[in-house]
């Protein structure tokens, strides 16, 4: 009954550290779905907030942000439960999982996430959101720079904050293109904040790949040439005379 119920928890929190240790995600998924499909059992919410916030780095490892999001609040709302200052690194874990999901909630819009709103470990996670929400590009790699001890001590959050240098990259690029159909990489390397042109060059790849973009690189000459949006007539009108234009570019270039 009860009892072993409460034992087969702490049996699969074993499990699920172990599996987590060697990377197994198959396994630490098949443990980690059990156990949160276990009912009428109330376990320690220390062996749950446990559980969860593997669980959440087992969604992470799979690029699952949002649900990773949620699995991170849960462990932190088990761990605030258990009185365990875990609570803390739950709560920036959470935070990453909402900047990758690039997530226009606020993790501390909710109730029990408020209190540590201006602990000094939390701020910095909270102004690299708020760079990021503005998608200010400065902002965010000036403040991982002066909380370089704060934020990248973290080996978990580390390793993500390449990708989330990425994500943020991304969408400003997807901004500075938009009004242009011809723009060079080096242009865009500006507004990047002076990335090397091969940075910005496999993040247009990335999107053009994934369908995100409809255009081309011109390697050699070095700038992205975009294809028009086909929509209203004067859109169509509007997309051979610059479908010209790029035409004379080439030849011009091309002598």
Do not use: W
């Amino acid at each position: 009954g009860y009892g072993s119920s409460t034992h087969s928890m702490e049996i699969y929190a074993l499990q699920i550290q172990l599996y987590s240790r060697q990377k197994d995600n198959k396994k630490l998924r098949e443990v980690f779905n059990t156990a949160m499909h276990v009912r009428g059992v109330i376990p320690h919410p220390r062996t749950l907030a446990l559980i969860q916030e593997l669980g959440g780095k087992m969604h992470m490892a799979a690029k699952e942000y949002e649900e990773a999001g949620k699995t991170f609040f849960q462990a932190f709302k088990s761990y605030d439960e258990a009185g365990d200052a875990s609570r803390l690194r739950c709560l920036k874990y959470l935070v990453l999982a909402s900047m990758l999901h690039a997530s226009t909630i606020n993790p501390f819009d909710s109730q029990e996430a408020r209190p540590y709103k201006d602990d000094p470990e939390i701020t910095a996670m909270t102004s690299l959101v708020q760079a990021f929400h503005n998608n200010n590009i400065q902002e965010f790699e000036k403040i991982l720079r002066q909380n370089q001890s704060r934020i990248m001590q973290d080996e978990f959050i580390r390793e993500h904050i390449e990708d989330l240098l990425r994500t943020i990259r991304t969408q400003v690029l997807q901004r500075v293109i938009r009004p242009y159909t011809r723009i060079s990489l080096a242009a865009i390397s500006k507004e990047l904040n002076d990335i090397p042109e091969e940075d910005v060059e496999s993040l247009l790849v990335s999107l053009i790949l994934d369908g995100s973009l409809d255009g081309q690189l011109d390697q050699l000459e070095g700038v992205l040439i975009k294809k028009l949006q086909r929509g209203s007539k004067s859109g169509n009108a509007k997309s051979q005379d610059e479908s010209k234009i790029d035409e004379v570019d080439k030849i011009a270039n091309a002598k």
